[in-house]
């Protein structure tokens, strides 16, 4: 079985730099994982991908053909990759190995809300894929932001149902302190709640209440601190993927 594990998370959250570093992490293991871009407006990725989206569709093109600006031109490709996703499994279909690493894009809106996501993860195998979901270090440092990184969190895995890990990204520029803090709020709610309570905005309401129905329906998240720039966490990321799909077996090399 390869797995396909999607890195997933807002816009700049970290997800083709942990996408490039877990792939030269992997390979130092001695595994050979095959990276996949589905970013159809990637314009500077820091890896080279060995599967590119890009091959079949590109955002400067659709805004060109179809005179959209960007952000209309990213709905018609987000629904064009769902058209080309059978042609992309048969192109991954090619490769033999255990992982495939999936770097997503970065409008998450658009991911995570549009049914063509949710198509693409089916025709490239739904049973074999996790996501790893990124929270972004510097919106979970406040209350309010790490909030709604939960909320969007829930969203994501409540729509797609697939085996799930949540990874507090670019934990290198975070004090212990903070990080501390964020995994205090990941085990108790009322520690979040309180911290909401002292802020001074409209937004404390919200959040408060955010949060009570997040306890309601019993969501609880780990949240693994990772640094794809110092190698930090990488190995919890492949020790839930194993622990899911193998019981915690490791993979033999290749
Ligand atoms: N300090 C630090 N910076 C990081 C880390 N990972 C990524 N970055 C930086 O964060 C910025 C965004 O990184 P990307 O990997 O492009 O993020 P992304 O989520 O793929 O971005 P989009 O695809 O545009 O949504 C870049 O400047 C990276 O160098 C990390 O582990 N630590
Ligand atoms: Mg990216």
Redesign the pocket.
Known sequence: MTVNLY?V?????????????FKLWMERQGFAPVTVNL?PG?E???YSPDIDIMDWISLQGVMMEHGLGPNGAQIVCSDMIAMNALELREVMDTYSCDYFLI??????ELFNFRRSSQEVVQTLGKDNSMFVF?FD?ILSKQPSGYVSLLMLSATIHYRFQVPYMSVL?????LSDQDIKKIKEWTKNFDALETDLASMETLEKEVGIEQVRGLQQISFKEILTP?????W?GLEDIYASVQDYFYGGDDLESR
């Open positions: 890195f998370g807002t816009a700049g959250s970290g997800k083709s730099t942990l996408v490039k570093e970013d990637a500077n990725i820091p770097d997503t894009p970065g409008q998450i990124i270090p990204g670019k934990s290198d520029i990772v640094s794809a720039f110092d930090v």
